[in-house]
């Protein structure tokens, strides 16, 4: 039976959480329900338990999830009151537990309160919510169990203390319909059945001894106005029981009717957009939905199936790192088991954390097993080569375990190789694949006297254009069932290092091969080239004379005006193996007196040397000098925007029975100036 009621908002005590807090974001993550029975006093007379479905088709998160105030002990009537709001879109339930994420406000008089959250001062929280529909059961010999299957949280408020027992705030709020839905419920002896909606007449002139006024019945959580029960007039029953009784049929009201007709329907298309664009589906899915009227319960299988589906595709992690802060526990424990996994590859490289104790003895395929019960996968029963297969291509947290491991061995591969190239070059970011156009400017014009009642003349800038583009490389890489089954960890710890390795070196090969190559520039000559006055007439040793001969080359570069010195300043000296330590004595310091022909200059000194072996293969000889890059260009080297170094992208294997790693770079380098470099072929 079905009945409808009014009834006013309610309230719950929920709960903080202070380690979650993020100081610099100002966010906190609230528990704002856990589904727990509460006690509530009846409207009828009786006590009954209510209990809060946290299924997610019974929970309206629309509103928490619009940006929800938080507020000061649920007041409703300044503005003063709300001290923050929930971050929209992070309304979800997971676990049986309703969550979602608080940002305070930055106004002064919010500070105290934000200061008492981060120390944990301040812990209670409770929730204002609405009730649309009750199930109603009752157990033999127990209270009536009144369960919300169709409810709305609507704001959040800092309390002092959880359970909230002032009842004002409910009292001045509007009332609204709920539904009552009993399971098998007679209607009592001598009681007439209840209508679609009771009411509660301020005054009725046909009935005026009937009438009485309403009193507010408090309750543990909420208050309701319950009509006082008028004492029968005994004529008048004798008078109704020689009558016959005649069954009373309303009149509908037709644009009541419409009213709340069009209100569900565009509760439905709201709730349609909002859930498609959450959850990152393609808007003509969410319109086709609309289109076909289909119900908004239908619509929330509909989605999930369609998430499910685009789990199944590739899924993408970046080598950015995530901050801290607000992680559930999921996240929490995939990363423990990471780094387990990591400490295990290198106890000196990755320090074990306490949370990863508990996985720090367990195989490869314990550790899978581990991730798919975690995931609800009953696992009982499974062989070696069942656990391995579904850990691979499940929703479990395994894959993006071995990602996040795979990743992080070649990052720090990645950064660990010597790239030598980096001191005197400069690092660019290109935001497509397109070829990009670096203008060599010239110098300003030389300034020119103005004379009395002169005019100023106007001046040109001089200028040459290189231009070059970022070109991909890649690799992908399988984790297969075969490496779980036989524990084999080195297959996505030591692989995905020498990866790095491998990407490292290629970035040094690209850069160090403009060097021995010599490509030609804009203007058709080689970039080291004796029209460029960069490159020696005559191979000498490396020496105090030389270098100081090379070093008056560079201070006589003139700008592209053909007349500004440029008086360019050498800042390294660049050597092959062969001669870094003859490169080394040369600008080391001088402990003992010396001739004077043998002292090697304070400018000489302070070059910095750069020893690298790729330029052994062109000249064991050949030493070189540049400048700082900080005073004009010479070699620029580029990555993708957003794709600096090395890229990770995992997807289910389909060529292999397993995860596919697939590691690309994107990168380009090419010479800008020769005025910044220069070139001695040796003897």
């Given amino acids: 039976m079905n009945t409808m009621i009014e009834l006013p908002a309610m309230r719950r ?13 100002r966010t906190v993550e609230v528990i704002w329900s856990a589904g727990a029975r509460v006690r509530r006093a009846s409207f009828f007379g009786e006590p009954y338990d209510e209990e809060l479905s946290l299924d997610p088709a019974h929970v309206r998160l629309d509103r928490l999830n619009a940006g929800a105030p938080f507020l000061k002990v649920h007041e409703v009537d300044t503005l003063d009151a709300v001290i923050g709001s929930v971050v929209p879109g992070s309304a979800r339930i997971e676990n049986g537990r ?8 930055e106004r002064a008089d919010v500070e105290p309160i934000w200061r008492d959250i981060q ?22 010999g127990g209270r009536e169990l009144w369960r919300a299957v169709d409810w709305t949280p609507f704001e959040v408020s800092a309390v002092p203390v959880g359970a909230d027992p002032a009842a004002g705030f409910r009292a001045k709020g509007e009332h609204h319909d709920c539904v009552l839905h009993r399971r098998d419920a007679p209607t009592p002896q001598g009681a007439s059945p ?10 009725d002139a046909a009935t005026p001894a009937t009438t009485q006024p309403t009193e507010p019945v408090e309750t543990e959580d909420a208050t309701m106005t319950e009509p006082k029960a008028a004492a029968p007039d005994p004529k008048v029953a004798a008078s109704e029981r020689s009558q016959p009784k005649t069954q009373a049929t309303p009149t509908p009201d037709t644009e009541a009717v419409a009213t709340r007709a069009r209100e569900a329907e565009r509760d439905r298309v709201s709730t349609i957009y909002d859930l498609a664009g959450r959850l990152n589906l393609e808007r003509g899915f969410a319109e086709d939905l609309v289109k076909r009227g289909v119900s908004v319960d239908e619509c929330r299988r509909l989605i999930l199936d369609q998430v499910a589906a685009k789990s199944d595709e590739t899924r993408t992690f970046p ?14 424990r995939r990363d423990a088991v990471a780094n387990a996994l990591l400490h295990r590859y290198s106890p000196t490289l990755f320090q074990l954390e306490d949370a990863a104790r508990q996985y720090r003895g367990m195989t490869l395929l314990e550790l899978a097993r581990e991730s798919l019960g975690n995931a609800g996968v009953n696992t009982r029963g499974l062989s070696r080569d069942e656990v391995a297969t579904r850990a691979l291509h499940s929703t479990s947290d395994f894959p993006e375990i071995l990602s996040a491991v795979t990743n992080k ?10 790239r030598t190239f980096m001191l005197f070059c400069r690092q660019v970011l290109a935001t497509d694949f397109k070829a990009m156009h670096r203008v060599q400017l010239g110098e300003a014009p030389q300034l020119l006297e103005v004379g009395e009642s002169g005019e100023f003349k106007r001046g040109t800038l001089g200028e040459s254009k290189e231009s070059y583009k970022v070109k991909t490389y890649g690799r992908v890489v399988a984790i297969t069932r075969q490496t779980l089954i036989n524990d084999d960890l080195d297959a996505f710890t030591r692989i995905p290092a020498m990866y790095g390795n491998s990407i490292a070196q290629l970035e040094s090969d690209v850069v160090w091969g403009i060097i021995t190559a010599n490509p030609s520039m804009a203007d058709g000559n080689a970039l080291f080239h004796t029209t460029h006055k960069n490159l020696a007439g005559t191979g000498a040793a490396l020496d105090v004379s030389s270098v100081g001969a090379a070093r008056a080359a560079m201070a006589k570069q003139i700008g592209l005006d053909k007349k500004t010195v440029l008086n360019v300043r050498p800042a390294f000296l660049i050597v092959p193996a062969s001669l870094e330590l003859k490169a080394e004595q040369l600008v080391a310091q001088n402990l003992v007196p010396a001739a004077t022909s043998s002292v090697v200059p304070q400018s000489i000194r302070t070059l910095a040397p750069i020893s690298e072996p790729r330029l052994d293969a062109a000249s064991e000889t050949a030493w070189y000098l540049a400048a700082s890059p900080n005073q004009i260009d010479t070699i620029e080297y580029a990555y993708l925007e957003g794709q600096q170094g090395a890229y990770i992208e995992t997807r289910n294997g389909f060529d292999v029975d397993g995860v596919e790693i697939k590691c690309r770079l994107d990168f380009g380098a090419k010479a800008i100036d020769w005025r910044g470099l220069y070139k001695n072929p040796g003897a």
């Fill in 194 to 203: 209840m209508t679609d909606k009771t009411q509660t007449p301020a005054s």
């Fill in 119 to 140: 120390a944990g001062h301040i812990r209670a929280v409770s929730i204002g919510y609405q009730v649309h529909r009750f199930d109603i059961s009752k157990p033999d």
């Fill in 319 to 332: 080598h950015v790192s995530v901050p801290l802060g607000g992680r559930d526990e999921r996240i929490t």
């Fill in 13 to 25: 005590s929920a709960e903080l959480a202070p380690n979650s807090v993020d100081p610099e974001a």
């Fill in 98 to 105: 309703g969550i979602a994420q608080v940002r305070i406000s």
């Fill in 409 to 418: 061995t070649l990052r720090q591969a990645y950064e660990a190789y010597p």
